[in-house]
T-cell receptor
Framework: DGGITQSPKYLFRKEGQNVTLSCEQN?????MYWYRQDPGQGLRLIYY???????QKGDIAEGYSVSREKKESFPLTVTSAQKNPTAFYLC?????????????FGDGTRLSIL | AQTVTQSQPEMSVQEAETVTLSCTYD???????LFWYKQPPSRQMILVIR??????QNATENRFSVNFQKAAKSFSLKISDSQLGDAAMYFC???????FGAGTRLTVKP
């Protein structure tokens, strides 16, 4: 079945440590997105990519980095510069980056600080 | 910047009855799309319905329909014949910026 796979489901970070969240899709979608979800705040866009080897910052990119070396993969690194990383992270993809395209979401990764 | 506001943090409906979830947004654009997504306890977001700003006709998907008032920048979701499986968080979203509201938690009472 086609879909988006996020791993791991739960992740713990120590102070000063970088961690990478995985996102893989087999939907042959061009565009991919990373969101952060905090209680009471809905989803906020971290980064998005409309094509391989290209990505743009969203509203809250500080302290995060991404890469898009393959069409099916869009990993997110939470760096030590992100002082409040505890949140639920959702990866999504869409056929293209066109505004009318709905997004398909993964099951999410919950990141916590040790 | 475009903002999306969901003024109802929680809503409750009796099974088989109808409920309406509110969403307002702020934009100066004329060409955009609006979406409603559902997030059940499993946490996976699922598309419920979408509306193109240029279309005056309200979108409908089975028991789900919207009331799109472009001048008022309002985009409410109506769920008819509510079912227990409709219980979830519902998010309104604006594209192309992909801005989401804070969500409305819907409880369905048997």
């Amino acid at each position: 079945d086609g879909g988006i796979t996020q791993s791991p489901k739960y992740l713990f970070r120590k102070e000063g440590q970088n961690v990478t969240l995985s996102c893989e899709q087999n939907l042959n979608h061009d565009a991919m997105y990373w969101y952060r979800q905090d209680p009471g705040q809905g989803l906020r866009l971290i980064y998005y990519s409309q094509i391989v080897n290209d990505f743009q910052k969203g509203d809250i990119a500080e302290g995060y980095s991404v890469s898009r070396e393959k069409k099916e993969s869009f990993p997110l690194t939470v760096t030590s510069a992100q002082k409040n990383p505890t949140a639920f992270y959702l990866c999504a993809s869409s056929t293209t980056g066109q505004r009318n395209q709905p997004q398909h979401f993964g099951d999410g990764t919950r990141l916590s600080i040790l | 910047a475009q903002t999306v506001t969901q003024s109802q943090p929680e809503m409750s409906v009796q099974e088989a009855e109808t409920v309406t979830l509110s969403c307002t947004y702020d934009t100066s654009e004329s060409d955009y799309y609006l979406f409603w997504y559902k997030q059940p306890p499993s946490r996976q977001m699922i598309l419920v319905i979408r509306q193109e700003a240029y279309k005056q006709q309200n979108a409908t998907e089975n028991r789900f329909s919207v009331n799109f008032q472009k001048a008022a920048k309002s985009f409410s979701l109506k769920i008819s014949d509510s079912q227990l499986g409709d219980a979830a968080m519902y998010f309104c979203a604006y594209s192309p910026d992909m801005r989401f509201g804070a969500g409305t938690r819907l409880t369905v009472k048997p």
